[in-house]
């Protein structure tokens, strides 16, 4: 019998370290509001299907994280950062626990809280949680989904595990067809290692697959009413030559070693633990002669449950080294899993080598202290705008001063003591040689305490110079309502780039020059390098006149973006090439 009082504490850490914070940042780089827009447009338009945002984007994605959004914020009211990201966070949230019960039933109380943590306070992981991004709603539905299908297993592939295809469905109407394709091949690859018939394998997950096709296929159906051939390609685009690294427009093209760096760099600050502990560990020659019999016998001898989350890490990661389009985020759904191993792992060190946590446990605490003591410099006026050089120093120095020059309140100074408090609180433990349990835990909590600080303050006043919010808000004040133009000289067929976050702080008011009659006069945003070719292509027609230059480096296009007022002045409008 799993302890239940672990359960109730890893609530109230999911809402300290997800819910707290997630309004606090302005959207910063182009993904979040190109996807918090999808929603914005679908209460706008009523429409829950298909709607069009940019004047002329269709989702890139199903809608289902965005009909989270939109609903979300019915409720409250309004489409922010907040409700945007709060689908995230509630995915993460449900992932933890719906893991903690799965590996408490099967592996002990102990380690699935421990790897309930480690899971919550590692980079990538937490990351996800805070953002909006599809990312972390899918990784949710295709774990949860993973462990759903392993409890069907232990029942024998009896009746039908209708949690796991409603997961499945979810995932699908996610991010497609992976949704479902993954989480059935792990659990039907284990059946077979463990000796169950193929056939009867094969039938049970192709029932599964088929149930949690039903739903996504109606919306499928609904979308291709409305949205037609061009529907049909984007799909074609995302989920078939996407695999197959035939996309008409870059799609994150990496090597396959990128897939290793990106989750070593993704476990931070764990894979220093790791590090850390190979200087300690004990090592014995290893003979090479009947390795594979060996290993035939160690995976024969295997407890069920460590099988299962050794074949969910091998069988997805695989499965993403194989097509050209790479980005660490897509190996989300291992993360529980390494995380579950990693807590073993820190077991076994309490047990043998205490002294590799203490170093690790040390080594944060003193990362902590050091941030804390940064940011007093910082404040004192004490960092030399000379240290940064290169062509990203004036951003750099705004950044600085902005750490600087943000009024400290009194929960701002709450939330920066956090990590001091909590480092100085492990070092205490450390030095009365507390139980080992107590050198674990505070390792653990000084790292929780650094993201709750750097969510708090640190982030949010730092990238929310790095937003175009304040570009957006003086747009509007220049252009309180109606339709405003974009103008891009980088259009990508399949994938037209938007100024997406200028956009979505106007309402979605914002299309593209090319794209319809712009009238006799109106407004135009750009970068001021794409004057002369707006000129040079619309100039028989058109008179500009620069309103308004942001002196920002965007956080979608990294230009530095005017505002101009476009007149008619005669001359016939030429024809758009098409798409």
Known sequence: MYRKTYFWPLVVLCVLSLMLFLGQSFFHTRGEPREAVVALSMLQQDNWILPVNNGVELAFKPPFFHWC???ISTIVGTVNEYTSRMPSALALSAMILVGYVFYAKRRGSEIAFIAALITLTNFEVHRAGVACRVDMVLTAMMVIAL??????S?????????????CLSAAALTKGPVGIVLPCLVPALFLLIRGVRFVRVFFSFLMVAV??????????????????????????????????????YDAHSNPAWYNVMTVVAGYVPYTLLVLVSLFFLHYKK??????????KAYVRNMDDARLYSLLSIAVIFVFYCIPESKRSVYLLPIYPFIAYFLAEYIVYLRHRHLNAVRVFGSIVAGLSLLLALVFIAVRLDLVPESLFGGRHAAENIAYMHALRDFPLSFRAVAVLLVPVLAACWYFR?????????GIIYGCIGVIFAIFFALDGVYQPTVLNVKSDYAVAQEVRRIVPEGRLYSFRTDVVPGNRMHPFTVNFYLGDR????????????G????????????????????????????NHRSCDDKRNNHLYRFRRTGGARQEEPQE
């Open 523 to 550: 407004y135009v945003f750009m970068g001021e390098d794409m004057a002369p070719a707006f000129m040079e292509r619309y100039g028989h027609e058109y008179e500009l006149e620069d309103v308004y230059n942001s």
């Open 154 to 166: 232990e029942k024998g592939l009896r009746g039908v595990p209708v949690v796991a295809v409603l």
């Open 147 to 152: 462990y759903q299908l392993y409890k069907w």
């Open 69 to 71: 959004i939109a609903v």
């Open 286 to 295: 290893v003979s090479l002669r009947g390795w594979w019999g060996r290993f």
């Open 429 to 437: 433990v450390q030095h009365r040689n507390a139980a080992d349990n």
């Open 510 to 521: 914002m299309v593209p020059f090319d794209c319809f009659d712009p009238g006799t006069e």
């Open 211 to 248: 149930l949690a096709c039903i739903i996504p296929a109606l919306w499928y159906w609904a979308a291709w009413r409305q949205g037609g051939d061009t529907f049909l390609q984007l799909v074609l685009e995302e989920n078939v030559y996407r695999f197959l690294g035939k996309m008409t």
